[in-house]
């Protein structure tokens, strides 16, 4: 039986050192923490290994050089698929998110102006110098009192969407050159040691029957 978690852990490795890189950016550029809304971010790094874990499923069986130029092309078309995320992701964390009063490294979910609350809105009425999120959160307990339901949920799916868009595009395009570039070793590895162990029996049967031909002679 395979043990499984030598073949598992340097995938995980793998993963963890694109989402650690450069000082965890994009753990760090993640949509906010909130409830119901970190599960579904969290997901986001085992979709990453699932597209590592295809990738060397695809290349087990046959050799680099035959699939060398599918896994180039792939990477420069992955790497053009994550150009528009990288514009339109700051665009929209920019839009459904907002940075609460005297707390500069917190950012919490909003709506637009469309899905305020009936209570909301006669506030903004009211003082309409005080219509955007950051204010609104001063003067409203959650954000429950602020926005409807409909709206909040419509922000969390486009932040979510954005945010994987990005990370799955450009994790998966830096897979593919490492592929190209480490000569098919990064995702090899569970066909190397099976090989290995399957080399590491040969030569002590070899080395069996040559002592049984001399004990004969």
């Known amino acids: 039986m395979p043990d499984f978690k030598k073949l598992f852990t340097p995938f995980v490795g793998v993963v963890t050192v694109l ?21 579904a ?30 896994w180039i ?18 665009m929209t964390l920019d839009r459904y998110t907002y940075v609460p009063a005297g707390i500069e490294k917190t950012r ?25 999120p950051a ?5 409203f307990e959650t954000a429950e009192m602020i926005w409807e339901r409909p709206g909040r949920e419509i922000a969390q799916q ?8 990005l990370v799955l595009a450009l994790c998966s395009a830096i897979l593919c050159f490492l592929e190209v570039i480490s000569d098919g070793k990064m995702t090899s590895i569970a066909t190397r040691q099976k090989r290995g162990a399957q080399r590491t029996g040969r030569p002590n049967e070899g080395r069996v029957v040559t002592r049984a031909r001399t004990k004969d002679s």
């Not at 204010?135 to 003067?139: A, F, H």
Request: include cysteine; glycine fraction near 6%.
């Open 158 to 165: 486009r932040l979510l969407g954005t945010y994987a868009w």
């Open 19 to 39: 989402f650690g890189a450069f000082n965890h950016f994009l753990t760090r550029i993640a949509p906010p923490d909130e409830t119901g809304f970190a599960f």
């Open 108 to 132: 919490h979910v909003c709506a637009t102006s469309e899905y305020l609350t009936p209570r909301a809105q006669q506030y903004v009425r009211e003082n309409p110098n005080d219509s955007s």
């Open 41 to 70: 971010v969290g997901v986001v790094p085992f979709a990453v290994l699932i597209v590592l874990l295809f990738m060397a499923a695809a290349t087990q069986q046959g050799s680099l050089f035959k699939y060398r130029r599918g």
């Open 135 to 139: 204010q609104l959160s001063r003067n």
């Open 73 to 90: 092309v792939s990477g420069m078309f992955l790497a053009l698929l994550a150009v528009p995320a990288i514009f339109l992701y700051p």
